[in-house]
């Protein structure tokens, strides 16, 4: 009617922006899905490639979106915000048609120049529907989570501007949302979740390896006169004191006659509390007689129990079986479930079996003490080291050290790396000019750098193309060294830092760590005898003997 006042267009509650498609969220989508296609570490194939790409539309969607959101809020009442026409919801179609056909394309070519460099087979272009196939499943289902989420938000929103101004209602009831989703997922999730593995992996940890059985030496736990039973010792434990080469073997080898080594081992279930483990495992060290041979080796494993059996086999070859293996168990999570929840525990585990191991060696006259070595792997290079405050404090304290695929919560990794001699790239540091410790990634790099090493010796062996040592949440919005600075020998130049979609990869790559051969990613053996003939110099060995040993060692994944 004339002289009515027409009413300013209402505007679009923030449930309503997010309930509808976004042009920005879509953008977004659009964006960080074509950079999930860029290569990372390893080989991925078209499941995780799937999922990766997925992740990333899901997340780019929400970034979008939440940034149109934040437009809107941040104009004038007065001011209407304009939607895209039908013109530019087709020309985003069109441009992600092509760009996404392109950058597959280059996807599959960068796949196979990276499958090539680690001899790895290759892939085809047939991959790429397969990939579309899940990155869309993955897409969607975030997509339904995250809607409801945003209508968890509005809810709260529209509550909230009962008591106060609308725009302080969005705020905060944003802010409360975030909360007690953070609050849900750590107090009832998580907990639920965690209460579950641990049921499942304790199930497993009941079972035993097929090729596994019960040992008839007194000097392996589990066996006769054991103060620990079989049972207790978990699937790993049990696998470890039944395994490694023979008397026999030993002797073929070396060619004079060969001592049975020594392996002991306490399970989880040995003892009630963590102490208590140290306290079974350490027994059986006196039991046997472990601390007359000439090496006692102190294991620190991965959750579950497990350990590379290339370090162990190596040792008792080297020392023709005058060699003591200690370990135990301290979850029955696997290595990657422990990675993210477990480490307290790892580190309460490495500090007490190795203080109370070097206890007693201490104890023994100085003539009479064995050589005393520690080693770990990925989650056990964290234990392992947990024990020592600095890298020479390891030489000082033990007669030498071999950590492989260390991890970003390994201190003291990280505190030599950072401080690293100028020069020296992150993922092949140089540290004190080598007077401690040798980085490597092959058994080539042991010679480096040319200098003194005289005291007792530490190795880290890592490759550059490792997921397990390069994840670190730190990738979402920070660009690490090792990709700014030239590339490690297995690592694409094509590969860039890319925000938040770096870190997908890399956790992607995590998953498949151990599929690559030898001397790439978490795969981890033909170094290992190499790093201990470097670090302990055995009398009589060679590096002929090293290469003949090579074929006779399993890491036993």
């Known amino acids: 009617m004339p002289g009515t006042k027409t009413s300013p267009t209402p505007r679009r509650t923030m449930r309503q922006h997010f309930t509808s498609v976004s042009y920005g969220g879509m953008v977004g989508a659009m964006l960080l899905l074509l950079a999930s296609a860029t290569p990372s570490l390893l080989p991925r194939g078209w499941f995780f490639q799937g999922v990766v790409s997925g992740g990333a539309a899901a997340i780019g969607y929400a970034i979008g979106a939440f940034l149109t959101w934040l437009a809107r809020f941040m104009v004038s009442r007065d001011e209407p915000w304009r939607r895209p026409q039908r013109f530019w919801w087709w020309a985003l179609a069109f441009i992600a048609v092509w760009d996404a056909t392109l950058m597959l394309y280059w996807y599959v070519r960068w796949q196979n120049d990276l499958r090539d460099l680690m001899g790895v087979e290759r892939i085809g272009l047939r991959a790429i529907p397969e990939i579309l196939g899940v990155a869309l499943i993955v897409f969607l289902l975030l997509m339904v989570i995250g809607k409801a989420w945003s209508r968890a938000v509005g809810a709260v929103v529209r509550w909230l501007r009962g008591f106060v101004p609308p725009r302080m209602a969005s705020v ?71 395994d490694g080469p023979t008397v026999a073997q030993l002797t073929r080898f070396n060619g004079v006659p060969a001592m049975e080594p020594i392996r002991v081992f306490a399970g989880l279930d040995s003892a009630p509390t963590l102490e208590g483990v140290a306290d079974a495992a350490v027994r059986e060290l006196e039991r046997t007689g472990g601390l007359n041979r000439k090496i006692v080796a102190v294991g620190s494993t991965t959750g579950s129990g497990w350990l590379n059996k290339g370090y162990i086999d190596s040792l008792e070859y080297m020392y023709n079986g005058d060699t003591a ?81 260390p991890t970003f919560n390994n201190q003291l990794w990280l505190d030599t790396t950072r401080n690293r001699d100028a020069g020296s790239p992150e993922w092949l540091p140089i540290f004190g000019d080598g007077q401690f410790a040798r980085f490597i990634a092959d058994e080539g790099d042991l010679v480096r750098p040319n200098a003194p090493w005289d005291h007792a010796r530490v190795v880290y062996n890592q490759h550059a193309s490792d997921p397990i040592t390069w994840w670190n949440p730190s990738l979402l919005f920070r660009e690490p060294d090792w990709l700014k600075e030239k590339r490690g020998r297995d690592v694409l130049h094509s590969t860039h830092w890319i925000p938040v979609v770096t870190f997908l990869q890399v956790s992607a790559d995590m998953a498949v760590a151990v599929d690559v051969p030898d001397g790439h990613g978490h795969h981890y053996l033909r170094s290992i005898p190499y790093a201990w003939a470097k670090i302990l110099q055995p009398p009589g060995w060679t590096d002929e003997k090293t290469r003949r040993l090579l074929p006779l060692l399993d890491r036993d994944f």
């Open 172 to 242: 905060a009831g944003g802010a409360i949302a975030v909360g007690l989703t953070v609050a849900l997922v750590n107090g009832v999730l998580v907990e639920n979740v965690m209460r579950v593995l641990n049921s499942t992996f304790s199930a497993a940890n009941d079972e035993t390896k097929a090729d596994v059985s019960a040992p008839t030496s007194p000097l392996r736990s589990g066996g006769p006169d054991s103060t620990v039973s079989w049972d207790s010792l978990g699937r790993e434990g049990r696998s470890n004191v039944a």
């Open 325 to 405: 293996l200690v370990s135990m168990q301290y979850s029955y999570l696997p290595s990657w479930i422990s990675f993210l929840v477990d480490k307290e525990r790892a580190r309460q585990a490495g500090m007490l079996l190795f203080e109370k191991v070097s206890a007693r060696v201490r104890a023994m006259p100085e003539a009479h003490r064995p050589k005393l070595v520690v080693f770990g792997e990925s989650l056990g290079s964290f234990a392992g080291e947990s024990p020592f405050g600095s890298v020479p404090t390891i030489a000082a304290r033990t007669d030498g050290a071999l950590f492989t695929g």
